[in-house]
């Protein structure tokens, strides 16, 4: 149940504001979440830690000295949009690249990487944590694939301390990916949570029983149980995870019980009171135990057990000092001591971007790739329904009107930036931005990064020649492969836009120029898409877990061979 | 809904238990409650802050080096007896004299009063603050008499924190006061809580509506009004408020906004971006505004403002450093620098008090103090059942059990007293203590705490004369006046026991001997009693708010007088 709110769809943003208003000695809001309000030393490695709302204090809570750089704020379980998260980590960074850290669900997968292309492409270098510590969410051997849940916490502590004490981007991002491999979470849900305006919880767990392997956007766990005592729950959790304890080990482990909302904190520790008993037995010792609410999934019922099998160097940044509005850790000494640290003043806010200067050569290509940019627009307005159409056999029929919105947003943007004197790559790289802002949802996300990645294939100084483009169309559909986390087969626009690739490679090779190239290509992947059609009653899995949340489903193959066979037939039309 | 219990009378003390496994670093279990880990610098005065469980992080989640020095744990909702704040208040206090600090409420002040008696008797000196912040409980005049809620937080801080700067007892007590002065709260309520083991909440506000003016034990509130949107809701309680905002103001105020327990932080947020807004309207700045659960009440639904108008003094120590388990602040430091808090490793457990050195005299006297406690506990194993009958009028019939029970506790402690070769002071103080423990509730404290008020009239040195037997009695009378919070005309005990003081003093000055003025003053006792026995009716209120939670009512004027018949009865027998 939500008691307060003025709007539903208002919530998550007046919360964050309300947050950033009562935290102004830790963050300021800016796009798409929150970043530090006070300076961070140049070249130090920006920890960019987010996700939905709906998981307080995860994760713009942990934004201080100590821990995260900046927090991209979703809207209620939803990962932030790659604009959101591009935002953000822009605003972060300061000259020693970024970290980002994310719980391990392919929307946020998705989004966090086609911002990270973005940075990419200009420059900044970027390094991915996918945090897995559900163990029941996958086995042991994929621990790598498992969701994330509460250890987030322990993650991006350990990662946000490492720098701190001056890890490298290198070694920062070593240090989170050994703990996030060292963390194991174990969790029992007890009630669904109710999302801000609805009447209903999510779920409802069978009375007399509870959930194991509870997911935090609400999910109600993999099976349900006869409900047990605190004890039994306790010993529950801690047997799940006590059986992937590493061989060798320090003997030292750090300790997570989260509540995810409605479960008392006085429940808690009675809970804790066995968990202990049980550490004990087995010659476990806690280091610097947190018990209370950390990872929450609204008003859930329900809690998770975290340990992090520590080693030397994981206990020294698990122990280290922390400054957050929501986790603080350290010795004591006055706040007149924080002034100190000098207040930021400057921020990045979208749209006001710096276009960088650009060769005559590089601008007059720009003006060519805002054609091409243009055409894609026409060829989509033009198949609007058609793309409708297709999306609605197992989507909600939207993908015509996104790829519309989308094009729309990339040309206007792309406009502006000839005006501004851009070249071809911050052409690109600003209309993928405005075109997944402009469209919203998974596809424009990937169609986004896919613009942005071609603009990596060209420079602001070179005039783009034809190997030029088809090296931006390859980097393109390589782009969406690695974002969508996808393989040809998945029954996804993989399936066509993997044989378009080689094709348009290898004929291009062969000598037969970009539009032939471009032809031929368009053939290979309608060809490809009529192969799979039939397969494609319902909508292909995607590798990452947790697939509810990647929003707009793709519509895949056929259209993107749709797509391409028309963009080829006015690319030819237009060069005779 | 509680989830996760393993026995429904178990759950504070395991909850208890839990908490200090996970805190070890700041917290260790005493009788009662629990202490700072660590030593405390000598002659610091000790916060002792504390109340029912149910709270979390109230009390205990307070203890540590900036706040609490100990915090006693009651049972859900209930006061910590006596004996357990005297168990950690003797545990935390260092040579500096204790501050105890709890919400207004009757079993509070009786019983954190009857544990500041005891430590009073063996010379330490004790101050109590009553936290007082509730608007809706009182008027604005009778600031004093409202009921504590979440103003506990500022007001423990602040006091906390001038300990930590120096303050002695005065100027501790001086600033606590202080802080409570300049505190105001103001909650709403949408849903009740459900106690361990219970099924049904405590209430339900009825739907589509929220109760004004919450408690934070499941008092409903004081009035119902239609559901408002959050911003609604933020106006309500800010309104409330600066109503009572001083003339004379800084402009500068510590915020608190509580949530109760079942409130998502989320929502917290949306609230408190208006009440930044309305803050800023009013020219008002929050100084470390604190948004989150701070002073819950279980798993209720609901939230209370809290503003703290500041001066330059209460801003410096809210301002200040803190380090507890669940409410920290301050700079930057490595948990290795906690290596120089020296553990601390003895501790008071009660039964194992040191017996000081008496004179030959004193012992003798204690022998004689000794005899009276036996007769009185015949006397009342003699009149148990009247006891008990004119409890059952307004009561719940076991006071005479309660008498019983608590007078034979005396008499063994008495016993054991004396065999360790104790003087009369502490004969009386022993015995005390052990009634209060062995009875239980109300009676037994303000009986426990009669016999250790009497303790302080006598000494372990000198023989305990005529006199000193009659300043013991008006000690005694004074205690149960002054804790029980009644004054006489409130139809309680005190109806009869003011006017037995008064007579045994007018005769025993007149020289008429101890005996016979004892005689003289319970004739004066029942005489009283019976004029008031007609109104009673009911049970008589107590000054002090939240009534229900005094626990046993006390029978009144009419057992006191015929107590005391029976025992001046005896005690001439005895003489001649």
Same sequence: chains 1, 2.
Wanted: glycine fraction near 12%; proline fraction near 4%.
């Amino acid at each position: 149940m939500t008691y307060l709110l003025n709007s539903a769809s208002d919530f998550s943003h007046e919360a964050l504001l309300g947050f950033a208003a009562a935290n102004s000695a830790y963050v300021t809001a800016v796009h798409g979440g929150v970043v530090r309000s006070t300076e961070t030393p140049e070249g130090q490695p920006a920890l960019v830690i987010g996700g939905g709302s709906g998981h307080y204090p995860a994760f713009a809570g942990w934004v201080g000295p100590g821990m995260g750089h900046g927090a991209p704020c979703g809207n209620i379980f939803s990962s932030p949009s790659a604009s959101q998260v591009y935002s953000v980590a822009r605003n972060a960074e300061n000259g020693g690249g970024v970290i980002m850290g994310f719980g391990n669900y392919a929307g946020d997968v998705l989004h966090f990487g086609a911002a990270a292309e973005k940075l990419r492409a200009e420059g900044v270098d970027v390094r991915i944590i996918r945090v897995s510590d559900d163990i029941a969410s996958n086995t042991r051997e994929n621990h790598r694939d498992r969701r994330g849940i509460a250890g987030d916490l322990p993650v991006f502590k350990i990662a946000g301390a490492a720098i701190e004490a001056g890890a490298d981007l290198d070694e920062a991002e070593r240090i989170a990916w050994k703990a996030n491999d060292a963390t194991r979470s174990f969790g029992v849900a007890f009630d669904g949570c109710t999302l801000p305006g609805a009447d209903e919880p999510l779920f409802h767990v069978p009375e007399g029983t509870m959930g194991v392997g509870l997911g935090i956007h609400g999910e109600p766990g993999i099976r349900d149980i006869p409900m047990g005592t605190a004890s039994e729950v306790a010993d529950l959790l801690f047997e799940g995870i006590i059986e992937e304890a590493p061989q060798e080990r320090s003997g030292r482990v750090a300790v997570l019980l989260n509540g995810l909302g409605r479960v008392k904190y006085e429940e808690l520790f009675v809970v804790y009171h066995r968990v202990a008993e049980r550490l004990s037995e087995v010659g476990l010792t806690a280091v610097a135990p947190e018990v209370g609410e950390f990872v929450t999934s609204l008003d859930m019922a329900g809690l998770s057990l975290t340990l992090v099998f520590l080693d030397e160097e994981l206990e020294q940044h698990w122990s280290a000092a922390v400054d957050t509005p929501a986790y603080r850790r350290g010795e004591l000494r006055d706040l007149s001591a924080h002034a100190d640290r000098a207040p930021r003043t400057e921020f990045y806010t979208p749209g006001a971007e710096q276009v960088p200067e650009a060769s005559a050569e590089s601008q007059a290509g720009a003006g060519s790739v805002q054609e091409i940019i243009e055409l894609f627009a026409e060829v989509c307005a033009t198949h609007e329904a058609e793309l409708g159409r297709l999306d609605a056999v197992a989507g909600d029929g939207d993908h015509g009107q996104g790829m519309v919105l989308g094009t729309r947003g990339a040309v206007e943007a792309g406009n502006k930036a000839l005006t501004r004197g851009a070249g071809a790559r911050t052409l690109l790289v600003h209309a993928g931005t405005a075109w997944a802002e402009a469209a919203g949802g998974t596809s424009g996300a990937l169609w986004g990064s896919a613009l942005t990645a071609a603009g990596r294939a060209l420079s602001d100084s070179a005039s783009p020649d034809e190997a030029a483009g088809v090296e931006a169309l390859l980097n393109a559909v390589e782009a969406v492969q690695r974002l969508g986390g996808a393989q040809p087969g998945d029954k996804t626009m993989v399936d066509a836009a993997a044989p378009f690739a080689q094709e348009l490679q290898k004929q291009f090779q062969a000598g037969g120029g970009l539009a032939a190239a471009l032809t031929s290509a368009a053939e290979a992947a309608t060809e490809a898409a009529a192969s799979t059609a039939q397969l494609k009653a319902r909508l292909g899995r995607s590798r990452v877990l947790g697939e509810k949340s990647l929003g707009t489903p793709d519509p895949g193959a056929t259209s993107f061979a749709l797509l391409m066979t028309a963009l080829a037939q006015r690319l030819e039309s237009v060069a005779r």
